[in-house]
């Protein structure tokens, strides 16, 4: 089985991006499951509905959220409510009266994938319920009914995600973080055969702070005083930013972390 995976595609410049990138790399790696964060992917916040679509045309399997996940949630209700839905919610989310999934199975040639999406508890704006419980919980609610786990982790410090690697021992193939928008260099497969990667890093612009302009963060630098609304880089320098993995009986057999510099016409 193999995956592409990119995070944090950024605002409307950069969903032009990936969309230049994407058929060229499904040429080259021949992806089973494409899966995409949107949690920027509108102006900065969390998708709408009309841009939810724009990535199914591109044929993304999974579109996974995080702490933006409240941004437009007016407007996604009803796709999230769709059987065929392809947008998960984190499913730690403290808030019970979330009927909207926080997992999904990806099925293909008989074989299914389940990709479960979490929040960290340390540093994050939400109040979540335990992490490592509820992933476990989720891997044990379908234990002997699907071929390969996987798991988006959410979270602001380094140390969770070997945390909770120990912790699922053989029973999660590949477990990837995000949110600290680098693309670290941690990738490693552990001798129960789980991968892991503290961050898979953005699809955004080259030159910013993150993704805004310098001159608009400027004093959150030099003076503690937000003077200036943030605004966004529109530089047309980008760089996309993924994962390939390939996973074969439940371990995983090869991992790649790419990095391209490219620039929108």
């Known amino acids: 089985m193999k995956l592409l995976i990119f ?23 021949s992806p089973d499951f494409v899966i995409v964060n949107v949690d920027n992917a509108t102006s900065g916040k969390w998708i709408t ?23 437009n949630l007016k ?7 769709k059987e065929d839905s392809k947008l998960i919610r984190p499913a730690n989310l403290y808030d019970k009266n979330f009927i909207w999934s926080g997992y999904k199975i990806l099925q293909k040639n008989w074989k299914k994938l389940l990709v479960i999406h979490i929040l960290d508890e340390i540093f994050m704006p939400h109040k979540v ?6 992933a476990k919980e989720i891997i044990e609610k379908f234990e002997n009914k699907v071929d390969w786990v996987i798991i988006d982790f959410h979270k602001e410090v380094s140390s969770s995600i070997y945390g909770l690697a120990y912790f699922l021992e053989n029973k999660a193939s590949f477990i990837f973080g995000t949110h600290t928008h680098i693309q670290s260099n941690d990738d490693m497969i552990f001798n129960f055969w789980t991968w892991i990667i503290n961050d898979v890093w953005m699809v955004g612009p080259l030159y910013s702070v993150i993704w805004a302009k310098y001159n ?6 030099l003076t503690w005083i937000n003077k200036w609304k943030i605004e966004q880089s529109l530089e047309k320098d980008y ?5 390939f993995v390939e ?9 790649e972390k790419i990095r391209k510099i490219g620039k929108l016409d």
């Open 129 to 134: 319920n335990n992490p490592f419980l509820v």
């Open 239 to 243: 760089v996309v930013s993924w994962v």
């Open 49 to 71: 509905w009309k841009h939810a679509l724009f990535f199914e045309n591109l044929w993304v399997d999974l579109m996974t959220s995080w702490d933006h996940f409240f941004d």
């Open 75 to 81: 407007d996604l209700k009803d796709y999230l409510s």
């Open 247 to 255: 996973i074969e009986d439940w371990k995983t057999k090869n991992i």
């Open 216 to 221: 608009s963060v400027k004093d959150r630098f």
């Open 7 to 29: 995070w944090d595609i950024y605002w409307r410049i950069w969903r032009k991006a990936f969309a230049k990138e994407i058929g060229e790399l499904r040429e080259k790696y």
